[in-house]
């Protein structure tokens, strides 16, 4: 089967930057896009970025012009690079992947999260 792990959360103070990763590993034959969603307890999960097979992006409004996602193939490695922090992009961030597996069919595939934590 196939996984993702996020790595690169932590904290950092308003106006600064992160760069998340996600690595997806197992019996993957290709991935078609990549997301990026965050999480707020109490609150519903968000879409904040989308990459697709063509490299089109797309973005959520709260953090477009702030954050880039992006990926590398050789590597089935997706990226999120995050400018300008502000204390209301804290959040578990989650990567998602639809992945075709080896001789299998496609699946929905979802990390188990990185928290960003943003100080004011």
């Known amino acids: 089967q196939v996984q993702l792990v996020e790595s690169g959360g932590g904290l950092v103070q308003a106006g600064g930057s992160l760069r998340l990763s996600c690595a997806a590993t197992?019996?993957?034959?290709?991935?078609?896009?990549w997301y990026w969603y965050r999480q707020v307890p109490g609150k519903q999960r968000e879409r904040i970025a989308h990459l697709a097979n063509d490299d089109s992006t797309t973005y959520g409004d709260s953090v477009k012009g702030r954050f880039t996602i992006s990926r590398d193939n050789a590597k089935n490695m997706a990226f999120l690079d995050m400018n300008s922090l502000k204390p209301e992009d804290t959040a578990v961030y989650y990567c998602?992947?639809?992945?075709?597996?080896?001789?299998?069919?496609?699946?929905?595939?979802w990390g188990q999260g990185t928290q960003v934590t943003v100080s004011s």
């Open positions: 998602n992947a639809v992945i075709k597996i080896i001789d299998g069919g496609w699946n929905d595939v």
């Open positions: 197992g019996n993957i034959f290709r991935i078609n896009a």
